[in-house]
């Protein structure tokens, strides 16, 4: 009994006392340390650079992948191949059939009153695709701002002449479908379908100036076909070379900041052409004391003014024979005539026949008239106290040519 009782004293005093010996995984860790301490051969040495390696030629995954896409769409490389070729962007017209420019950069040119929230297909998401590939088919101010190179309110103009944007788009081939994406302030649309074409916008340059009206003009033309009229590759080869005529002109898109005495807007005309939107402020460049009823435009010494109602177009011209500076407004030298077949007088039949169009073109309305016999308001005008021209919707200043055919 005296052994268990010394035993069991002793058992206590010794659990009792502190321990001072190490853990035994610090032992391990010393153990591994010394290991990685130890030479290693030549085969592992190669076969863990052959791991290390691999590893590093693996893609990057999540949301990096995509921003690096789009600095790279935002930033494009100083030297760019020039545009093959040049289109006008018109809101509800697409693209015609591109298979000739396959891997070629071409060129959209968008006034930027279209850029503004107000635009109906930024309203109807009219754009199919995502990261940077997008249906040729799609709105081109669509794919600007879901592409990261157009913002909404950005764009202010500076001038009274056209102003817009450049996009530049490589054309590549169609894909079988296409997946949405969600890019504030649009939500992309999925395409289930093939399209004949793909577009991958690479920059946006600003513009002063759109264009000359030649430019325009041909560039608008392009844009061969009608609206919602969708180029898929089983139909590519059915092309339209023009547009259908229109009756009327398209409803004016509204614009978002844009101060009203810089409007610089582009509608199109009764033939199919880009004009200025009738503004009172905007073609009228000078005036007398008289304040806003002798309002003019010196252009009318040098240009002829055509205006256009929804059905109806009007020239006024001066005689060049009878003008001088001091008696601009007192002159009896002001012509109006209205158009006979407004559809038909383009700028090529203008260039072809001459400025002011020949008699057998036009009724002469008024002739002998001095420039306050005008009466200009907002949308109408009331010459000479007997006739007025309701619902003016633009206008359109032509040089003066000679005429090539009598």
Not at 197 to 204: D, N, Q
Not at 241 to 246: I, R, T, V
Request: charged share 25%.
């Amino acid at each position: 009994m005296s052994n268990l009782s010394r035993s069991s004293q002793s058992s206590r005093s010794s659990s009792q006392k502190p321990n001072t010996k190490r853990p035994q995984r610090d032992k391990r860790k010393k153990n591994n340390s010394d290991e990685y301490d130890s030479p290693i051969e030549d085969e592992d040495v190669s076969q863990y650079e052959g791991i290390r390696s691999k590893n590093k030629q693996q893609p990057l995954l999540g949301p990096g992948r995509f921003n690096r896409r789009e600095n790279k769409l935002k930033k494009p490389n100083s030297v760019s191949a020039p545009a093959a070729t040049s289109f006008l962007y018109k809101p509800g017209a697409e693209l015609p059939n591109l298979s000739n420019f396959i891997n070629q950069t071409i060129e959209i040119r968008i006034a930027c009153e279209y850029i503004n929230k107000y635009n109906q297909a930024l309203i109807l998401r009219q754009i199919w695709g995502s990261n940077g590939v997008y249906a040729s088919h799609s709105d081109a101010v669509c794919i600007g701002i879901h592409a990261g190179l157009l913002a909404l309110g950005d764009l202010k103009l500076t001038g009274t002449f056209y102003q817009g944007v450049s996009l530049s788009c490589k054309v590549i081939k169609g894909k079988k479908s296409l997946n949405g994406q969600l890019k504030v302030p649009i939500l992309s649309r999925s395409l289930k379908t093939p399209c004949a074409h793909c577009l991958k916008p690479e920059k946006v340059n600003w513009l002063p100036q759109l264009g000359s009206p030649e430019q325009l003009i041909s560039w608008a033309r392009k844009m061969s076909l009608p609206p919602n009229r969708r180029l898929t590759k089983r139909t590519h080869l059915n092309v339209f070379l023009h547009e259908p005529p229109q009756t009327s002109l398209p409803e004016n898109l509204l614009v978002n900041n844009l101060p009203p005495l810089n409007e610089g807007w582009i509608v199109w005309d009764m033939c199919n052409e880009p004009s200025q939107k009738y503004n009172l402020l905007t073609f009228l460049d000078r005036q007398t004391a008289q304040g806003i009823p002798s309002r003019t435009s010196y252009k009318l010494k040098t240009n002829c003014l055509y205006i256009e109602t929804s059905i109806k177009k009007f020239e006024i011209s001066m005689d060049p024979n009878k003008i001088a500076d001091e008696v601009f407004l007192d002159s009896q030298v002001f012509m109006v005539s209205e158009i006979i077949v407004p559809q038909q007088s383009d700028i090529e039949m203008l260039q072809k026949y001459g400025v002011p169009l020949p008699k057998e073109f036009k009724k002469l309305t008024f002739e002998k008239l001095k420039w306050t016999n005008f009466e200009w308001g907002n949308d109408n005008v009331v010459i000479d106290g007997q006739m007025t021209i309701q619902g003016l919707k633009s206008f359109k200043f032509v040089p003066i040519t000679k005429h090539q055919h009598l």
